[in-house]
């Protein structure tokens, strides 16, 4: 298996939370410095409707109002992120869902305090991501290389 065959996409969401802190440049600049590359983002007033699609898996829990309240508050940032395990990536570097849990060093561990205040969503499965990339960005994602890439992995450095 080489390093392209674990390149993936992800979607995030700065959620209202980030967007109204003033803090969004500074996560996606956490996301970009990890050697994550952007290949879509936008600045979005999340309706109802789509913000019931994206927490549909939620429907019928008691946190799903609250949820679907939460992220059609403010406007939101959303991005693809690509690169190596970029799903696994990001999750770690998101840290737990319950900020209070989360470890110093992460985003909510850094910068969240409470429940539904926890600053992003991630996609947690390719499945996932793939839906919500399709959701969330449905003209498609913008593909280009960075020759940095070549220096953040095995499989492209001289040497």
Same mark, same amino acid.
């Given at each position: 298996m080489? =390093?392209?065959?674990n390149? /993936?996409r992800t979607?995030?969401?700065l959620k209202p939370?980030?967007? /109204?802190?003033?803090?969004? %440049? $500074?996560?996606?600049?956490r &996301? =970009?410095? !990890?050697?994550?590359?952007?290949?879509?983002?936008? @600045?979005i007033?999340?309706?109802r409707?789509q913000?019931e699609k994206h927490?549909?898996?939620?429907?019928g829990k &008691? &946190?799903? $109002?609250?949820?679907?309240?939460?992220?059609?508050?403010?406007?939101?940032?959303? %991005?693809?992120l $690509? #690169?190596?395990?970029a799903?696994?990536?990001v !999750?770690?570097m998101v840290g737990s869902?319950r900020p209070?849990e989360a470890a110093?060093g992460?985003?909510r561990g850094?910068?969240? @305090?409470?429940? @539904?205040r926890n600053?992003?969503?991630?996609?947690d %499965?390719?499945?996932?991501a %793939?839906?919500e990339?399709?959701?969330?960005?449905?003209e #498609?994602?913008? !593909?280009?290389?960075?020759d940095? $890439?070549?220096?953040?992995t095995?499989? #492209?450095?001289? #040497?």
């Open positions: 080489t =390093e392209a065959d390149v /993936q979607l995030i969401v939370d980030a967007v /109204q802190r003033g803090i969004s %440049a $500074e996560i996606l600049v &996301f =970009e410095r !990890r050697g994550l590359r952007l290949a879509a983002l936008r @600045l007033k999340v309706d409707p913000a927490y549909e898996v939620h429907k &008691f &946190f799903y $109002e609250d949820l679907v309240r939460t992220i059609s508050a403010s406007p939101v940032v959303a %991005a693809v $690509e #690169g190596p395990n799903i696994a990536v !999750r770690s869902t209070h110093p992460t985003i850094d910068y969240a @305090l409470v429940g @539904l600053l992003v969503h991630a996609s %499965a390719p499945e996932t %793939a839906t990339i399709a959701l969330w960005f449905p #498609g994602v913008v !593909r280009y290389t960075r940095v $890439e070549r220096w953040m095995d499989e #492209g450095a001289p #040497g």
